[in-house]
C-alpha cells in the first residue's frame, strides 16, 4: 500500500468512531482502571505475576492453535519495504493464551515452574461486531503452567480466584458450569467409540440445534447406533452438584479408566468449590467447550442476571499446548476473562456508576491577594501528604473556578487565605460545608 | 492476503524473538509495572486523568499530524473481505498525540475544560530497529487541552510533573532543554523574514550539520544575508539559565511582539523551574523540536548520565493541533515519555535491579500430617490479611517445596502445625530465622 492510495477522508469521518473499538469517557475510564486494580490484586494474592507478551506473533502461529475460524488482523508497514528487507507475515494476537504459551516455550529456562501469570492485555478480532463482541478489547487471563503434570489443586483453585475476581469488581453474581473432558471422553471410550473428538464437537452443538439435531448428526456422521447415541444424550442432559453428577453418572453403568480418573478429579474440584461457594458452581455435562485444546476440566461462566448473553470468562485444563512449541510436555491450566465484554454490557444496564470525572481530591483556588507562589505552595504541601491537588491554573473570578470544581466533581474546594497571616478554609463540594482548615494537619471527614 | 499465502515456518521461527517488539522476563515486567504504577500516581496527584484511546485511527488522520515519514503498521483482515463490506483504511497509532487530540475533539461536548489526560499505551513504529528504538513500545504522556488560550501555569507545571514522574521510577538525573518558538519566530521576525518555519527548520539541524552546514543552508536556500545569518547564529547558541539567556537575547537588540511575548512566558516558566530544580532545567536556544505543530515552549530531555542516547522527553505546546479536527480553538500543551526505551536503556546499563520473581509473600507448604484442607485455611486466612499467598500445589518432600521458595525468591515461608493444635512457624528466607507464629496476628518483621 502507497501512501497515495489511502482514501480521503472527511472531517466527519477523521473524529468519528469506529464500530467496534470501544473508547470510555474519563469517568468510565476511571472505573475500568479501579477494576483493572482490583483483578490485580486479586490474582498476585494468589501468588500470579504478570506478562505482557507483545501484541503480534507470526501469523502461522496464530492460525495453528485455537479456532482458526478467528479473524486475525494482519499488520503490514504502510509505506512498504523500503529496505529490501524482508516482511514476514505478522498479525495481532486474538487471545492471551496463544502468546502466553508461545512466549513460556520461548523462555522456559529462565521461567521457573510450575509458572503462575495473569495477564491483562489488548487483544483483536476481526469480527463483525454486534452485541458482547469487540473488534478490539481488554482480555484478562490466568494460567498454570508446569513441567510436571499439574496437580488437580489448581483445577480448584483457578475457578475460585476467578470468582473472587468478578466479585472484586462488583460484576457479579456469575453462574459457572463446570466439566471435565475425561469423563466425556472415558464415557465414550467406554461405549466402544475410540473416535470421541467428533462426538464432542456436536455434542457442543446441543445448545444451538437441540437433541433432534444432535441426534440426526451422530446418526448420520458417525453412524452411531440409537442405544449408544440415548446414552451419550443420557450423559449429556447431567447437571446439578458434584455428589449428584457422579452418582448419576455411575448409575449410567459405562466404565473406562479415563473416565474413573476424570470422576477423581471432578469430584475433589467440586469439593472444595461448593464448599467456597454454595449453588454459583454447578456441574453440567452438556459443556464441552469448543477449543480442541482442552484435555480436561472446563469452565464456562455466564452472568446470572443475564442468561442470554454470551460467555463472559471459560477455560481449562489443556495438556499438550504449550509443550507443542518446544516438543516437550508443559501442561497447562487456565481461565479467560472478557474483561470489555462485562464493561460494556454492565455499562449498558447502568450498573456501572461514574462518581468522579477527575482523580483529583482537592482544587486550591486563587484567592484574592494570595500571590501564587504561596497558591502553588500551598497546593504542593497538601499534594506532598498524599492527596490528588490541582492548583487552579489561573487568577480568574472566584465563579469560574468553583464552576470547574463543580463540572469535574472535585470533593473539597481550598481557600488559601485572603491577608497574610489569615486562616486557610476548606469546602466540602457535597455539604456545603466550609470550615477554618491547617494545610499540614487536615484530613476529610 | 489469504490463508493459503502465509508462509510456513519451522518451530525455532516460530517461538524466536521479533526484532523491536520488546518483551521481558516476569522480574522486570514487575519492576516495568511499578514504574508505571508511580507514574500513575504522580499524574494523578496533579489531577491529570487516564483515557485510553482505541489502538487505531484512520491512515488519513495519521499520516497528516505530526511527522509523515513515520513508518505506520496497516492492519487488515487476513482473511479479507468476505461480506461485502467495504474495510477503510487504518493503521496502528505511532504516538499518544494524535488519537488523544482525535479523542478530545470526537467528545467535546461531554468533557470538561481545561481537560488533563495522561495516557500511557503502547504505540507502534515501522521504523528500523536499533538502539532506543522500538517498533512496540509503551509511551506515557500527559497533556491539558483548553477551549481558551493556556495560561503560562502548565507550561511551568507540566515539566515539573515530569520530572517528578521520572524521579519516582528512579530513571533520572535527566537535563531537560527549553526554549519557546515565539522567541525564535519572534526574532526572525524582528529580522524582518517571516517566512520563519523554514529557518526553523533549518536551524533544527544545528546538531547534525553544525554551524557552517547552517549557513550554507540560510544563505543558499532563503538568500540570507551574512549579518542576517550571523544574528540567526548568535541567538541559537545561546543557551544557560533562564536570566542569563533573557539578558543576552535582549543584548541582540533584535525587536518584535512575539519576541517579547515569547521572552514573558520564558520568564515565568524558569523562575518556576530554577525554584524547583537548580541546574537540571536549562534553556536553549537550539532546542527547535521538529514537529510542525508547536507553537510556544518546548522541552526536550536525555539522560544526564548518557547524553549521546536520544531523547527521552519532548513536549511542548500546540495551539491549532486539537482544534483542527473541529475547526475550533483548542490550544494544547504536553509532554511524552519514552517509558520502553528508558526501561531498556537502564536495562542495559545494569541499573534495573530485580528483586522477585513473583508477587508472593508467603509460600505456605505441606507439612506432615496437615491436611489440604488445613493448609488452604492457613493461606485463606494470611491472604484476607492482606499478604500475596500461595499454598504450595501438592503435598510433595518439603525440599521441593522449599527448592520452588527459593527459586521465585518468595521471602517467607509458612510452615502449619505438624500435629493437632501445634504451633505454626514462619521462616525468613533471607536471613534463614525461623519462628513460631500466630496465622491471625503474624507481621513480617
Known sequence: MSKSETKKINSKERIRSISGFPEWLPEYRLVELEWIDSLRRVFESYGFTSIEPRSIEPVEVLLKQGDTDKEIYAIGRLLGDNDNEVEPSYALHYDMTVPMARYVAANMNQLNFPFKRYQIQKAWRGERPQDGRFREFLQCDIDVVDTRPIPPHFDAEIPIIMHEAIESIGAGPLTTKINNRKILEGFYLGLGISDTTNILRIIDKLDKIGTDGVTT??????????????????????????????????????????????????????????????????????????????????????????????????????????????????????????LTRIFAKLMKEGKIKATQKTPTEILVVHTQNAPYDFIKNTADLLRSRGFNVEQYHEDRKLKAQLKYADEKMIPWIWFPPNKPNGPHEVKNSKTRDQNIANPNTWLPD
Not at 232 to 237: E, G, P
Not at 269 to 284: A, R, S
Open 217 to 338: 448428526m451422530l446418526s448420520n456422521e458417525l453412524e452411531l447406533s440409537a442405544t449408544t447415541i440415548d446414552k451419550i444424550l443420557n450423559l449429556a442432559t447431567i447437571k446439578g452438584s458434584g455428589e449428584i453428577v457422579i452418582n448419576r453418572i455411575k448409575g449410567l453403568d459405562v466404565k473406562s479408566d479415563l473416565l474413573h480418573e476424570g470422576l477423581d478429579e471432578l469430584k475433589f474440584v467440586m469439593q472444595q468449590l461448593e464448599k467456597h461457594k454454595n449453588g454459583t458452581f454447578l456441574v453440567d455435562m452438556s459443556i464441552a467447550r469448543g477449543l480442541a485444546y482442552y484435555t480436561g476440566t472446563v469452565y464456562e461462566s455466564r452472568f446470572t442476571d443475564y442468561p442470554e448473553f454470551p460467555t463472559i470468562c471459560g477455560g481449562g485444563r489443556y495438556d499438550n499446548l504449550v509443550g507443542d512449541f518446544v516438543n516437550k510436555k508443559l501442561p497447562g491450566i487456565g481461565i479467560s476473562i472478557g
